[in-house]
């Protein structure tokens, strides 16, 4: 199985930082990898495919990098409402798999 | 509105069965293949099963394998998840997920419906 691990697992952070988020997959998997972020008690929502692709209706200040085995999810300024949790996502091949997540928490 | 409800979850005694439900509107059904994805209390999220939008290819996670069954009604809309033999780890929230273009898995999952609480117990 791909295993993908993220770092850091806990992040604090400002209104205003700029915050990114490290996904590394224990083999390539090209630019099959995907971003969410989750609020407590509701669903996942996807904000990057294909490693780069920003989602329609996701804001400009989120954006994605990377190919192979090393991404980065990057909030350009973070606003009040992103904070929540972040995970990554392998699509490369079965099992899918998702990384353990990432925290996002007020300073 | 593209929407994905679903239903079925509820309390069960381990070795027991439970059939979820994932009700699709706002879009053409058919057209795409799905997603079941579980997150246990506390926990993180875990793929469990995709669909093709034809049910030509259907994959599961290894821990599911032979107990759980992914099928789907196009005409009437429908994705299921039939769990068999079920035990204290399959507690979880079960959520169904589109994919975002067709059967191109490769491209994640941008519909999910609320979940529905599947809790494992006796």
């Known amino acids: 199985d791909f295993q993908l691990t993220q770092s850091p697992s806990f992040l604090s952070a400002s209104v205003g930082d700029r915050v990114t988020i490290t996904c590394r997959a224990s083999?390539?998997?090209?630019?099959?990898l995907a971003w969410y972020q989750q609020k407590p008690g509701k669903a996942p929502k996807l904000l990057i495919y294909?490693?780069?692709t920003l989602q329609s209706g996701v804001p400009s200040r989120f954006s994605g990098s990377g190919s192979g085995t090393e991404f980065t999810l990057t909030i350009s300024s973070l606003q009040p409402e992103d904070f929540a949790t972040y995970y990554c996502?392998?699509?490369?091949?079965?099992?899918?798999?998702f990384g353990g997540g990432t925290k996002v928490d007020i300073k | 509105e593209v929407q994905l409800v679903e239903s079925g979850g509820g309390l069960v005694k381990p070795g027991g069965s439970l059939r979820l439900s994932c009700a699709a509107s706002g879009f053409t059904f058919n057209h795409y293949g799905m997603n079941w994805v579980r997150q246990a209390p506390g926990k993180g999220l875990e793929w469990v099963s995709f669909?093709?939008?034809?049910?030509?290819?259907?994959y599961y996670r290894d821990s599911v394998k032979g107990r759980f069954t992914t099928s789907r009604d196009n005409p009437k809309n429908s994705l299921y998840l039939e769990m068999n033999s079920l035990r204290a780890e399959d507690t979880a929230v079960y959520y169904c997920?589109?994919?975002?273009?067709?059967?191109?898995?490769?491209?994640?999952?941008?519909?999910w419906g609320q979940g529905t609480t599947v809790i494992v117990s006796s």
């Open positions: 996502q392998q699509l490369n091949s079965y099992p899918l798999t």
């Open positions: 294909v490693a780069t």
């Open positions: 669909i093709r939008s034809s049910s030509s290819d259907i």
């Open positions: 997920a589109r994919v975002v273009y067709g059967d191109y898995v490769y491209y994640g999952m941008d519909v």
């Open positions: 083999q390539g998997i090209s630019t099959y």
